[in-house]
């Protein structure tokens, strides 16, 4: 799992309740990028970050929020807007191969459960 | 948006044995990249093979890429128990770091 880590590795939320994921790496890697995993199914993009104070929105981004004040740190929030929240949620940090493409590098996950 | 479809979606077979997933694309990609994901952790990166390469070797990975099929494959030689995983490729998107998974192919190496 690299130098980036995930916290809490499981968390549980009633529904309406907004729950914030934290992510942090020690990589010195410029991006940044959150991942949901719903079983049996690849990794969606939910929001990405190229530099601090800056970031996009990926495939499903309706329903979460980011902020990237610090280079470090990434966390993601789920609203109470996300109509599906659990899932098991992914941040990756990346790097710039010798080959010229992108590797990325991921944190151990957090499962959140929304009840 | 999904780029990638691995193929098959899960598979099963002795320690010892070989084992071969593919994945194929739909645009053009200038690299393409295997993670491995164990169950409930986070993905690690295998290999990465670029665009004007057709094949390349890692310990006992060898990985393919036909741009003309817009295929690749991940060939595992003399599998292990510790082999079991799931299996997911990744192309380029939009920007040059973003990527994007397919699904995935589940390997289980029964000991």
């Known amino acids: 799992d690299g130098g980036i880590t995930q916290s809490p590795k499981y968390l549980f939320r009633k529904e309406g309740q907004n729950v914030t994921l934290s992510c942090e790496q020690n990589?010195?890697?410029?991006?940044m990028y959150w991942y949901r995993q719903d079983p049996g199914q690849g990794l969606r993009l939910i929001y990405y970050s190229q530099i601090v104070n800056d970031f996009q929105k990926g495939d499903i981004a309706e329903g979460y929020s980011v902020s990237r004040e610090k280079k470090e740190s990434f966390p993601l929030t789920v609203t109470s807007a996300q109509k599906n929240p659990t899932a098991f949620y992914l941040c990756?940090?990346?790097?710039?191969?010798?080959?010229?493409?992108?590797?990325?590098?991921f944190g151990p996950g957090t499962r959140l459960t929304v009840t | 948006s999904q780029q990638g479809e691995e193929d098959p979606q899960a598979l099963s077979i002795q320690e010892g044995e070989n084992a071969t997933m593919n994945c194929s694309y739909k645009?053009?990609?200038?690299?393409l990249q295997w993670y491995r994901q164990n169950s409930g952790r986070g993905l690690v990166h295998l290999i990465l093979i670029r665009s004007n390469e057709r094949e390349k070797h890692s310990g006992r990975l060898r990985v393919t890429l036909d741009t003309s099929k817009k295929s690749s494959s991940l060939l595992i030689t003399a599998s292990r128990a510790a082999d079991t995983a799931s299996y997911f490729c990744?192309?380029?998107?939009?920007?040059?770091?973003?990527?994007?998974f397919g699904a995935g192919t589940r390997l289980a190496v029964h000991p």
């Open positions: 990589l010195n890697h410029d991006a």
């Open positions: 990756a940090s990346s790097i710039l191969h010798s080959s010229g493409a992108y590797e990325q590098y």
């Open positions: 645009t053009s990609i200038n690299n």
């Open positions: 990744a192309t380029p998107s939009g920007g040059y770091n973003k990527l994007i």
